[in-house]
Structures are given as C-alpha cells and as structure tokens.
C-alpha cells in the first residue's frame, strides 16, 4: 500500500468523512490518490479560509474529524486563522500540507512559497495545533500517523500533518487505530467520590455545561446524569445548543443559555447565586463567563474540561470527561437524589412577526425565524460572529454551530457550506454585511456542490458589533453591496427586504424552494441592533467602568 492510500484509510478510520481542499504542485501527488481511490469525498472550495471553517464546522456536526488539505507555506499558512479557531474552541480538525521532498529542502535555493525558513510551515503550526507529523520516513510513519490522530480524538483539536511532495507513493504498512490513552481509574474515583459529596452537600449546585460534552460524544450521557442529580441546567454562550436533539433533554431542567448581564434575570441568577457550579466540557473564557454581574470564583466550582478535573484547590490531570462522566452515573441514584427544583422563567424567545408595512429592525430576525421553528421544526443553524449571533441565541431550541469563544469573522458561511456537507441537510447561515464581504462568496460553489443553504444578511451596512462598543467609530462604515444582486449571478435567488411583510414573504419563499441556494439580505438602519446586543454591549461598558473606577 502506499503511503497516501494509507493516510486516507488512516483518516477515514479515526472518524473523516470528507476531505476539503484546495490543489496546489506541493500536495497534487496526494490529491491524485485523493480522486482515485474515493475513500473520502473530496470538496473543493475557493480560498483556503474558508476550507479550515467548513472542515471545523463538518466535524462539529457528525462528530467526527474535519480535514483540511492544502499546498505548501502559502496555502497551509491561509488556513492559520480557521485552525487557530478551531484549536481554541476544541474542534478535532487535520491540516494535510504539503511540504517540500528530501531533495528540495535541501537544494540551497529558496522555494516558492517559502517564508523565512523551510521549516517555517512546520514551526508556525507549533502555536495552533496539539501534535504533528511530517511523514518522512515510511518504516516509522503508521506509528506516528496512529499517535497523532489518536491525539486529536483524544484533546479534540487539530494536528498537522505534513505530507512531504516525494513520499505520497513510498510503500508504507496500515496505520493502526490505537486504545485510548492510558489513565488511573483510581484517579477518576477518587475524582467522582470528592464531586458526588460536594454536590450532595452543596444547597444550590447548578450544572453548567459547554462544547466538550458535544465534541466528545457525551451528551446523551450528561442529560442522564442531570435527570438523575435533578440539577437545574445551563449551557455556556459557546454551548448555545446542547441538549436540543430530539429526546436528548427530556426532563432535564434546561433553564437556557448563561448571558450575565445580557441574559434573564432568573437564567443568570442560577450560576451567580450558586454555591456550586458544576462545570462540564466549559471554556472559561471571556465570552462564557467575562459577563457576570458577579466576580464568579471558580475555586468553588467543580470544573472538568481539557483532559483534567478540579476540586476547589485540588487538580486531578489526565481524567478524560467521558471516563468522569461515567463514573458519576455510577454514583448516581437510579431515582432523582432531589426534589426537582420550580422551574425557572423560560428565556424569552420572540415569537409573532407582524408582517405589515413596518421598516425592518434587527430584532425582527429572531422573531421571525421563531415562526418559522415552531412550524417547520428545528433547523441546523450556522452563525457568523456579531450581531447574527445574538439573534442566534434568541431562538427556540435548535441545533447551532458559532465561533463564540474565538469569536473570528467570516465563518457563517463556509461553515454552512460544511455543516450540509457534513448532515445532508439545509441548513440555515446567519451572517453580518461584513462578514459576508469576507467569505460569503463561496456561495457560488453550492450548485456545483448541489448545495441550498438559506442565508440571512443583517445588512446595516457597518460593522455594528465595532459600533457597539466604540460608538463615534467611522471605520465602521461598509457602504451598501446590495448583496442579493450578487446571489443570482452566483447560481442563487436573492431577495432584499426592507419590510416586516417583505421579509416574510422571502422567508416563505425561501423555505419552499428546494435545489439553489437563497440569500435574503435584511435591510435595517445603521446603528439598529438586536435587544440583546445591546444588553451585552451595555452590561461590558458598565462592568469596565465599574472596574476602571
């Protein structure tokens, strides 16, 4: 076999299920194998950015791997921003790059694409990926390539592996799939007997749960473990999502998603007032957590995320989530071990768009797509960064996909472009005018794709999240693109709605046209955002005011 057919085999059996990627002369000889032998798909998109977000956004939805493959230096160095997301928000994403043979790198001249050193590619990935490989030597390559993979199953984040231009056809053995890196089961027992005390003696413990839970298979487990400790339950900003699948959180006490200052009052309160959260798979990042009315102290939480667990002052290292996981069912009762709790206010979802004459405001996005969920049913939802986001996070239950905690521009709609890959099915991308100007364009490769994503564009003709926060910008300025032109030209429908009654009127239509894509662009004032950012917006500029006086 060669080393490129087992590569792939190698991929597919560790959970690929796709390959997006752009050819370049470095990496050709691996994607002749790619078109030859078929063992993955492979879909080619239009610049390489948006190849990273489809890929993280891909292994997001079947809960997979996402693959990336790209030329050497100048194609691998475009997807740096995507992988960095997805390092940073623990997306299991593999980077094929190509990278010069043995007789190039050492030729003493410099070659195209080449940055400062011919390792510069290889050094660089360092920052953004938890291992590597160049597969170099094909006695030793099934062993590494075993290792590497099983660490971006294991950390959930992405690895390299570089794909020298003259070893794509070198004989090399299967790669093995490797058991699960060893751990101390005592270690996760004496983990679970410390937290099943805590949270028996603990008055208001609340279970706060965040994207691990998802990336790592779990979370029909972790809705058992609430059903039985009978704890009130509340995702992460990042989280926005878990639990919504169908029978997945029945009788779970899901009171919404965790906004600080920006959310309800009741929702909020929950994690604030608690004396202990019970964090599991959570990022404490600014986004998740940098919003509390409160100074949250986390030496009085159970947290367990990134291969460790704490309690209080004591860290347990290397307890996988999944193995703790189970171990606390084990503890659990059978029967709930409390009373359930009176259930908390619901978030409030807007509901009910009048489709009169009215001019469009952003708060109308949510309001309207919530018609349409509480009729059509859940939909997978793919959001942008920036005030799409908010919108995204007033909906009804529904699955949805965000860059909430790295918080890039220009993800929505390559990551749309993947989660239908991924799924088979439509799926609706929510993106800002500036976002869209990033990446929007590889919309037009959805006919050739057989691809109908709907995309919304909140066009206010300015970047509003910049706005929010620095009102007296004029950087912030877009101009108007008139973006659903374009959308015809691309082999898609547009529609432009200024009006309520418009705007309803393109989302029916959109919903009953099957086979082109749709891109509804949401015409709505400058300076005009949703309640909720603006909430959030208030709630940051209070709390650095406060801490600044």
């Known amino acids: 076999m060669t080393l490129g057919l087992s590569l792939l085999r190698a991929l597919k059996s560790h959970g690929a299920r796709e390959i997006f990627g752009i050819p370049g002369d470095f990496i050709l000889p691996l994607f002749k194998q790619i078109e030859e032998s078929a063992i993955l798909p492979l879909i080619t998109l239009s610049h390489e950015p948006g ?13 997979g791997i996402g693959v990336v493959a790209v030329t050497y230096g100048a194609g691998a160095l475009n997807t740096v921003n995507a992988v960095a997301s997805a390092y940073a928000e623990r997306v299991p994403l593999v980077v094929l790059a190509g990278c010069p043979g043995e007789v190039e790198a050492h030729s003493g001249l410099l070659l195209h694409h080449q940055v400062r050193h011919v390792d510069s590619q290889w050094r660089i990935f360092g920052e953004i990926t938890c291992d590597r490989v160049r597969l170099s030597d094909p006695q030793t390559a099934p062993a590494e390539l075993a290792r590497v993979l099983r660490s971006c199953r294991e950390y959930s984040q992405p690895v390299l592996i570089e794909v020298p231009r ?6 090399m053995a299967e790669v093995p799939v490797l058991p699960e890196s060893a751990f101390s089961a005592e270690a996760v027992a004496e983990c679970a007997d410390e937290w099943m ?22 979370e029909a487990r972790v809705a058992e473990l609430a059903r039985r400790l009978q704890l009130p339950v509340l995702t992460t900003f990042m989280g926005r999502g878990l639990l919504t699948d ?34 599991l798979g959570a990022i404490l990042s600014d986004n998740n957590f940098g919003v509390s009315a409160k100074q949250l102290d986390f030496r009085r939480a159970l947290i367990a995320a990134h291969r460790e667990a704490r309690v209080g002052h004591h860290l347990y290292p290397d ?7 189970e171990a606390l069912l084990e503890r659990a009762p059978a029967v709930p071990m409390r009373k359930a709790h009176a259930p908390a206010p ?4 807007p509901r009910g768009l009048v489709a009169d004459d009215t001019p469009l405001r952003a708060g109308d996005l949510s309001r309207a797509l919530n018609d349409c969920i509480a009729v059509h049913g859940p939909i997978n939802v793919v959001s942008d960064i920036g005030d799409c986001l908010f919108a995204a996070l007033e909906l009804l239950p529904t699955p949805l996909v965000a860059p909430g905690y ?19 099915q439509r799926c609706l991308i929510l993106v800002g005018d500036g976002a869209f100007q990033m990446t929007g364009w590889e919309l037009g490769n959805c006919p050739r794709l057989g691809l109908d994503p709907i995309v919304i564009v909140l066009n206010n003709q300015t970047w509003e999240m910049i706005r929010a926060f620095q009102t007296e910008s004029r950087c912030a300025a877009l101009g108007d693109w008139r973006l659903a032109d374009c959308a015809d030209a691309l082999g898609g429908r547009g529609h432009r709605v200024h009006t309520r009654r418009q705007f309803k009127s393109a989302l029916d239509a959109a919903l009953a046209e099957r086979g082109r894509f749709q ?16 909430r959030f917006s208030e709630g940051i500029r209070a709390l650095r005011a406060r801490a600044a006086g």
Do not use: C, K, N, W
């Open 319 to 325: 307890i996988p989530l999944a193995a703790l996981v």
């Open 51 to 63: 190849l990273g977000f489809a890929a993280d956004a891909a292994a997001r939805m079947h809960g």
């Open 519 to 534: 891109l509804i662009e949401l015409m709505v004032p400058p300076g005009d955002s949703t309640p909720m950012l603006q």
């Open 406 to 424: 790295y918080a890039t521009m220009g993800f929505g709609v390559p990551a749309g472009i993947g989660a239908q890959v991924a799924t088979g």
């Open 246 to 279: 169908a029978g997945t959180g029945e009788g779970v006490q899901l009171h919404g998603t965790y906004l600080g200052v920006a959310g309800d009052a009741a929702t909020t309160a929950l994690l604030d007032e608690s004396d202990l959260p019970v964090m």
């Open 166 to 171: 003259d070893m794509t056809l070198a004989p």
């Open 346 to 349: 619901s978030p409030d979802h």
């Open 197 to 218: 005390a805590r949270i028996q003696g603990a008055q208001r413990p609340v279970l706060v749960l965040d994207v691990e839970i998802r990336r790592f298979g779990i």
